[in-house]
Nanobody, 118 residues
Framework: QVHFVESGGGLVQPGGSLRLSCVAS????????IGWFHQAPGKEREGVSC????????WYANSVKGRFTISRDDAKNTVYLRMNSLKPEDTGVYSC???????????WGQGTQVTVSS
């Protein structure tokens, strides 16, 4: 069964940092662009960041630009999302998928909960 396993979420104070991990299970990441997506409580899921397969080109939503950093380690079959200067509006479930578009046909994980609160 192919899927992602996300981890690294938790409760953090505003201004704090977290590093999320997304490990591929049952397949290899080598040829996939990987996207991170955020679903805030009561809102639609939206793209946060993405990294391509060939040259590692990255994209960030304006809301996280300068605060979040995406990276990948294909040898470990893992994509990371470093989150700095966290804000309460960053609260929600973070999931990864095998594209930058977040399609229903992508491979997804269950997500990891991030809560930013004092």
């Amino acid at each position: 069964q192919v899927h992602f396993v996300e981890s690294g979420g938790g409760l953090v104070q505003p201004g704090g940092s977290l590093r999320l991990s997304c490990v591929a299970s049952g397949f290899t990441l080598d040829y996939h662009a990987i996207g991170w997506f955020h679903q805030a409580p009561g809102k639609e899921r939206e793209g946060v960041s993405c990294i391509t397969a060939n040259d590692g080109t990255t994209w960030y939503a304006n809301s996280v630009k300068g605060r979040f950093t995406i990276s990948r380690d294909d040898a470990k079959n893992t994509v990371y999302l470093r989150m700095n200067s966290l804000k309460p509006e960053d609260t929600g479930v973070y999931s990864c998928a095998t594209s930058c578009l977040g399609l229903k046909t992508d491979i997804w994980g269950q997500g990891t909960q991030v809560t930013v609160s004092s």
